[in-house]
């Protein structure tokens, strides 16, 4: 790709238009709020909340977001008609930064049974309905809907007509996925070489995704000179969807000594985003989706594992960090070898003598005609039948407020059975259990980030807690899963204790044998 001009990909986020005007996937003005905070800390540039001529419930749910997000852009849609774009005027009074969507369709199918208008009558009314968006605000979109389906002399002719009328973005949108790479990066060139202005708007590409290449030809958009992308997250839209965020932006940042292009999203947060949105609109992604399900990050393969272990460049072109999972999953089962399965018992403290790994490795394949995958409860109870002891256990737990302050009192079995129980105070409650943890077991644990998210669905989502911290300068991650999420946490802090205490008790026993 040739050096970029400006080097900034804005990202367009329409999960709650054009993502939430898909089947199953519609939410309340309160859902959408929550959706657009998390958008904001996510880092898109604009936020479209909706179509306020379409509904009641789409302006309150744009008046509640404009009335809290402040810094993404925020755009509404609007057809070109003047009680459309008014109302549209009136549904942003209180953004911090407020944008105009103005769409008309320019495809001789759309212009011939849809719209029945000739090319003269969709270049007059794109020049009134942007001139009359552009009297109210300055930033101001237009949208060629099936644009990828237009003569191209005629939709460089649309471009220019929006452009000389005040548009400052122009969208050339390929609304029923038909496109392929190489067509839309020729139509992107095409435009912008040759409708006058073009220096003076942003192109934006707007992919759907019905033949499954909407990233692909979002991708090519921008080799053909688009620097805005539209998608939503997880791929949500109309029909088989929108451009997935997650994925170009990872495509971009990945594969970034081609493009040469960054966005600015905190790609740390693309995983907890991705999760919001499932549980608000009640639909999981699919646990082989690209950057945020569950498989996307997990090796099973016996070749695959032994390669990681090795390098994770073998079988890994990102961290699972740089998207917000805590770390990669290594999926033990029956074509896993045991290699997997030594590291994962050290990762999780077990250093085995080879007798006693061969052992382990036999019960654990023996596991493994029983059941699918082998987790780490799993290998911890082997182990645990094995030594008769794994740690400190939690037995019980009671947080309490102290006014602004939170107290936790916890009860915990040593690793040679006897009860233990300790208070501490702390900001919040898991502040306090996490120093009353720190109190029982003596182990002092720096905390670098806490995420919680649920897991499973309906009467069985369970919440799960992954921490990262350090110890001694060194860098651990912890989890824990439990129906309440303060218990998971404890037992999140409690996975990273004991680790440290066998990798204490090896090194000491190794100290021991060579001295
Ligand atoms: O797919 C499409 O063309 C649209 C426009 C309204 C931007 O969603
Ligand atoms: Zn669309």
């Not at 644009?147 to 649309?158: G, H, K, S, Y």
Request: net charge negative; with cysteine.
């Amino acid at each position: 790709m040739n050096t970029p001009i400006n080097p900034r990909i804005r990202i367009f986020d329409t999960t709650l238009r054009d993502g939430e005007q898909s089947p199953g996937c519609s939410m309340t003005p309160p859902q959408k709020l929550v959706m657009a905070r998390a958008l904001a800390e996510l880092g898109v540039d604009v936020i479209e909340t909706g179509f306020p001529a379409s509904s009641q419930s789409d302006r309150d749910a744009i008046a509640l977001i404009a009335a809290e997000v402040r810094a993404p852009t925020l755009a509404v849609l609007s057809r070109c008609l003047p009680g459309d774009i008014e109302t549209s005027v009136k549904s942003l009074e209180a953004a911090a930064k407020p944008r105009l969507h103005v769409f008309l369709s320019t495809s001789p199918l759309h212009r011939e049974h849809k719209l029945r208008m000739t090319k003269e009558q969709i270049l007059e009314s794109v020049h009134r309905h942007v001139s009359l968006a552009r009297s109210y605000i300055d930033d101001v979109e237009f949208s060629a809907e099936d644009a990828t389906r237009t003569e191209l002399d005629f939709l460089t002719e649309v471009t220019q007509v929006a452009i000389a009328a005040g548009a400052t973005t122009i969208n050339l949108p390929d609304t029923v996925g038909f496109t392929t790479p190489e067509e839309i990066r020729n139509m992107f060139a095409h435009v912008i070489a040759n409708a006058a202005g073009s220096d003076r708007a942003i192109f934006s590409a707007h992919c759907h995704n019905d033949l499954g290449l909407a990233v692909a030809n979002s991708l090519a958009a921008i080799e053909g000179g688009a620097r805005q992308v539209e998608g939503s997250i997880n791929g949500i839209g109309e029909r088989a969807g929108n451009c997935a965020i997650e994925e170009i932006v990872m495509a971009l940042k990945v594969r970034n000594a081609f493009y040469n292009l960054d966005t600015g999203i905190e790609t740390r947060r693309i995983v907890a985003t991705s999760q919001l949105l499932q549980r608000l609109v009640g639909m999981p992604v699919q646990r082989n989706k690209a950057i945020v399900g569950a498989n996307a990050f997990a090796h099973e393969s016996g070749i695959h594992q032994h390669g990681m272990l090795r390098n994770r460049n073998t079988y890994e072109i990102m961290r699972p960090q740089d998207v917000g999972w805590p770390d990669t999953q290594m999926v033990l089962g029956r074509h896993s070898g045991r290699a997997a399965v030594e590291a994962r018992l050290r990762a999780l403290g077990y250093w085995l003598e080879e007798e006693e790994l061969k052992l382990v490795f036999e019960q654990f394949k023996a596991l493994c005609e029983q059941q699918r995958v082998v987790t780490d409860a799993d290998l911890q109870s082997l182990m645990q039948d094995a030594s008769g002891s794994d740690g400190y256990r939690l037995a019980s737990m009671t947080i309490s407020d102290v006014g602004s302050r939170a107290n936790a009192l916890v009860e915990l079995s040593d690793p040679e059975g006897h009860r233990i129980s300790e208070t501490a105070q702390g900001d919040g409650p898991v502040d306090a259990l996490f120093a009353a943890l720190a109190s029982a077991t003596g182990v002092q644990l720096v905390l670098d980030s806490y995420h919680v998210h649920s897991v499973g669905i309906g009467a069985d989502a369970r919440g799960e807690a992954n921490l990262s911290v350090r110890h001694d300068g060194e860098a651990y991650e912890g989890t824990g899963t439990s129906r309440d999420i303060i218990e998971a946490s404890a037992l999140a802090w409690l996975d990273v204790a004991n680790r440290l205490l066998r990798q204490r008790d090896h090194h000491r026993k190794e100290a021991f044998a060579t001295a």
